[in-house]
């Protein structure tokens, strides 16, 4: 067999062994105008609000491990038990407005046409070139879903208090590998959390404390930050990469070693020897890590999608096509006002080793 038909042969393999979406393009014919109409929209709202490229990112993220990228994270429901509106979601997750106004254009050009799990694809892409100066070509022709239950999501999402064999097995049940959990956990370069998910590492109760992972130097500002007794209802939050909190670049990885991984599950990618190694050649080669996310980003856009006749082009990201009146009554959202806060200006070694 010759080269040629070696490679006709390894991608006809391929093909048949992976789902996959339908086309880089897919709306090239049918809405030409999808693909830079979510662009504007997406800048136009990170040129405003700059956290909102995180808040994409992670949209995307949370839409895919939830019966696939099938934008069930867009959902509402009337009696607030949808996906968003799960522990996990709510009040963290942002971006839906972005989503909303990005489907309003294109449904104004080419009504009917687009899905809104291809916005959330595109939108997310879209966020990464932004952030990261990393362009790349994202496959579309996702179909969208018309299920969306919380406890999916609380099922499904992995959570900040798991260990390292959790975090395996959790992107195993999606088929991404341990290298891909770690490559996909450097989207922690950009945006924020609220206090609930690191509480624990920094007090014990309502005595302060540092975990054995974190900095105490760190530990200190962030008790200055949270008081111990926040909960969800607690507006605070903090930057997950504070060295360049805008920026999709390979700080992460180097945090990490500084014990300035902000989650239990962050300092988790150290404790392991695989996984540490991953993040020691991801810490030294920045150009190594962004072609790898780039990979991992579209197989994770790839994961339980509904192609072809499957599911519906939603009209209203947030309601299913001729739903039953309960589901297509949206419910009102709940509204957190996040002050901002721009963390330490002590260089890290100095809130690492204080
Ligand atoms: C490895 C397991 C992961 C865990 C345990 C985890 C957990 C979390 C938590 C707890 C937050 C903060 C939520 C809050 O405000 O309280 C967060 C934020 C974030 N996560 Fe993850 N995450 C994981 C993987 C990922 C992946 C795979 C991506 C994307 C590819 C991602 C992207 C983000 C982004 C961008 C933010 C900031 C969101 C914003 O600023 O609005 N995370 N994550
Ligand atoms: C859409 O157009 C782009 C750019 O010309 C091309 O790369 C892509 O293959 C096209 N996709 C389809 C499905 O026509
Ligand atoms: C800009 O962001 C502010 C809050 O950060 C918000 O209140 C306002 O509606 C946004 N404006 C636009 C045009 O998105
Ligand atoms: C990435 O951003 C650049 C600069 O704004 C833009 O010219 C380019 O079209 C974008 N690429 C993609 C794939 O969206
Ligand atoms: C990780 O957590 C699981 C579930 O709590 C536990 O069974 C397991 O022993 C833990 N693994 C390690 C290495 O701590
Ligand atoms: C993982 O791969 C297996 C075997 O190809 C497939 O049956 C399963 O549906 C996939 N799971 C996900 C979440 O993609
Ligand atoms: C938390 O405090 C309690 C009571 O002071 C103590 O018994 C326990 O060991 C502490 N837990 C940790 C993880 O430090
Ligand atoms: C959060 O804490 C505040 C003050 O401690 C309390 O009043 C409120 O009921 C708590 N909210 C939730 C949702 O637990
Ligand atoms: C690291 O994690 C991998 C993947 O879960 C596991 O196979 C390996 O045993 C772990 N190594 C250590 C030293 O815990
Ligand atoms: C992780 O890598 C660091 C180098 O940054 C090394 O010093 C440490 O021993 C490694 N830890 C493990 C558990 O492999
Ligand atoms: C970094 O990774 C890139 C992409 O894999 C590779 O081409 C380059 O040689 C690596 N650089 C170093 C210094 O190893
Ligand atoms: C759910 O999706 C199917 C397509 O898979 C569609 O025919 C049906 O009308 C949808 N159900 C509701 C309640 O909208
Ligand atoms: C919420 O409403 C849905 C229909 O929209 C219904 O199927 C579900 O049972 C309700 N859940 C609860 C907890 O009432």
């Given at each position: 067999m010759d080269g040629a038909a070696a490679a006709a042969m390894a991608a006809a393999v391929v093909a048949m062994l992976c789902l996959q979406l339908p086309a880089v393009g897919f709306y090239n014919t049918s809405c030409p105008n999808a693909e830079s109409l979510v662009q504007q929209a997406v800048a136009s709202a990170v040129a405003n609000d700059s956290g909102l490229a995180a808040g994409l990112i992670r949209l995307h993220f949370h839409d895919c491990f939830v019966r696939g990228c099938d934008a069930s994270v867009l959902l509402t429901s009337a009696n607030n038990t949808a996906e968003r509106d799960a522990a996990p979601n709510n009040p963290s997750l942002r971006g839906f407005q972005v989503i909303d106004t990005a489907k309003s254009a294109v449904e104004a050009s080419c009504p009917n046409t687009v899905s809104c799990a291809d916005i959330l694809a595109f939108a997310a892409r879209d966020s990464i070139n932004i952030t990261g100066n990393l362009a790349y070509q994202v496959p579309s022709g996702r179909r969208d879903g018309n299920v969306s239950l919380d406890t999916d999501a609380v099922a499904n999402l992995p959570r900040p208090t798991f260990n390292a064999s959790q975090l395996v097995a959790n992107f195993a049940a999606k088929n991404l590998t341990d290298e891909e959990m770690v490559i996909l956990s450097g989207a922690h370069t950009v945006g924020r959390s609220f206090c609930t998910s690191f509480l624990n590492r920094i007090y014990n109760g309502s005595t302060p404390i540092a975990d054995s992972g974190l900095s105490s130097g760190y530990a200190t500002l962030l008790q200055a930050l949270c008081p111990s007794n926040a909960n969800s209802s607690t507006t605070i939050t903090t930057v997950?990469?504070?060295?360049?909190?805008?920026v999709l670049d390979n700080n992460y990885y180097k945090l990490l070693p500084l014990n300035l991984g902000l989650f239990f599950s962050d300092n988790q990618l150290r404790v392991n020897s695989t996984l540490n190694a991953s993040v020691n050649s991801f810490a030294a080669n920045e150009t190594l890590w962004k072609e790898k996310f780039v990979a991992a980003m579209l197989k994770m856009g790839n994961i339980e999608v509904l192609t072809g006749s499957q599911g519906e082009i939603r009209l209203n990201c947030s309601i299913v096509n001729n739903g039953s009146s309960s589901s297509s009554v949206a419910a009102p959202r709940i509204k957190t006002t996040v002050p901002s806060y721009s963390g330490s200006t002590a260089s890290l070694d100095e809130i690492a080793t204080s």
């Open positions: 997950l990469d504070p060295s360049t909190p805008t």
